[in-house]
């Protein structure tokens, strides 16, 4: 088993920046790929950005690419979301996810456990 929580969420302005963590513990021996989701009211869970346990790969999706970096400290078993120009659509419950298979993934279903998210509010 593999816990995981998210912090660092918060209300901010439109163009402010926020940083995620996520943290941790358990089986982390078996941790390869970090994933980060976010699911806005009403909406299906999205995919953010994911990156593989030696940190060579990442994936971002699109509507994130260029504001948005994924990074990781294996050895604190923690990964981050550093959030840049943040805008009123990026409002969401944003949540991390591990990946025991290795591959980045855009697809929620690849992962094998999921923290219980941390609320970014974005107001314009």
């Known amino acids: 088993q593999v816990q995981l929580v998210e912090s660092g969420g918060g209300s901010v302005q439109a163009g402010d920046s926020l940083r995620l963590s996520c943290t941790a513990s358990g089986r982390t021996f078996g941790i390869k790929t970090t994933g980060w989701f976010r699911q806005a009211p009403g909406k299906e869970r999205e995919f953010v950005a994911t990156?593989?346990?030696?940190?060579?790969?990442?994936l971002y999706s699109d509507s994130v690419k260029g504001r948005f970096a994924i990074s990781r400290d294996n050895a604190k078993n923690q990964a981050y979301l550093q959030m840049n120009s943040l805008k009123p659509e990026d409002t969401a419950v944003y949540y991390c996810a591990v990946d025991l298979g290795g591959y980045v993934s855009d697809d929620p279903g690849s992962y094998d456990y999921w923290g219980q998210g941390t609320q970014v509010t974005v107001s314009s």
């Open positions: 990156i593989t346990w030696g940190r060579t790969s990442t």
